[in-house]
């Protein structure tokens, strides 16, 4: 039985789990994690900004921004391309600037909710009735969209309306990660709808 996500109580989401399907789930989002972590965080200090100073900011580990170092590049990997793509494409002096101000921020939520995938999912280690709270549901649809960007550019897929076919041989690998592409997609379907009937 293919899980599918339903909507429960108190805007919590549920969905049954065969083991299989966890451990599927959970190897692709720490492939994904792996990857993000390719994608380093600068080092957290104390910031020495006179404005987070006086904020009381200066010690809550944010990354000191150095405004006359060099602007972060885009990534040279196509997934995380995709991921964290250049915000103004016709000024790479502007991207590279957004870069250096919303980057560090933004790849440390996308991984915090796929951890978040994982941890739920650390809940039925053997599978079975998995129940999401919504601020859990909506980190499961945000990671899987990612998710789904990344495979998606392995796959050569840059378009939702893509023929997607299979090769006729059955030893071809993309035929599996496309398996798991589809299955991606039917889950983040059922998730939405579950989260609009919630």
Do not use: C
Request: glycine letters at 6%; zero cysteines.
């Amino acid at each position: 039985m293919t899980p599918t996500f339903k909507a429960g109580r108190d805007g919590s989401v549920t969905a049954r789990f065969p083991a299989d399907y966890a451990q599927l789930i959970s190897v692709m989002f720490t492939e994904l994690i792996t990857l993000l972590g390719t994608h380093a965080e600068p080092a957290a200090t104390r910031s020495t900004d006179p404005l987070a100073i006086e904020l009381g900011l200066a010690d809550l580990g944010l990354p000191e921004l150095d405004p006359d170092g060099p602007a972060p590049a885009a990534p040279e990997d196509p997934a995380l391309a995709r991921l964290f793509p250049d915000a103004y494409r016709e000024d790479p002096a502007a991207a590279a600037e957004f870069r250096r101000y919303t980057e560090p921020d933004l790849a440390a939520q996308k991984r915090a909710r796929a951890e978040t995938v994982l941890q739920s999912l650390r809940r039925i280690p053997k599978g079975g009735k998995l129940t999401l709270e919504p601020a859990e549901a909506a980190s499961w649809l945000t990671a899987m969209n990612d998710l789904r960007l990344v495979m998606g550019t392995q796959l050569g897929i840059v378009e939702d309306e893509q023929d997607l076919a299979q090769s006729p041989d059955p030893a071809d690998p993309r035929n599996y990660l496309l398996s798991v592409y589809f299955y991606l997609t039917y889950l983040q379907e059922s998730l939405i709808e579950a989260i609009s009937k919630s």
